[in-house]
């Protein structure tokens, strides 16, 4: 289960999302779409706690939750097998 209800979250004065309510139930599938600057990478640092500053609350149901990045995010001057380590 996933219950979002943010009601502001804003980077410098400028309101990125507000008055987002959904839910969603175990086993559901979500795609989130929408065009440059609207919110999306916001909204998932959101839900995996990677940004706590917003008003509002998400509850996630679960223990932990896995994130895939867009942008590369391997440490170069580890290995594969550290990198990985990293996480646990």
């Not at 507000?18 to 609207?38: A, D, K, V």
């Amino acid at each position: 289960m996933l219950s979002i209800d943010i009601q502001s979250k804003e980077y410098s004065g400028k309101k990125i999302l507000q008055n987002l309510r959904f839910r969603l139930e175990e086993g559901t599938f979500l795609s989130i779409i929408g065009p440059s600057g609207c919110g999306k990478t916001t909204l998932l640092k959101l839900i995996s706690s990677l940004d706590s500053d917003f008003e509002g609350s998400i509850e996630t149901g679960a223990d932990s939750i896995g994130m895939m990045f867009q942008e590369p995010r391997l440490l170069p001057w580890l290995t594969v097998r550290e990198n990985i380590a990293v996480v646990d």
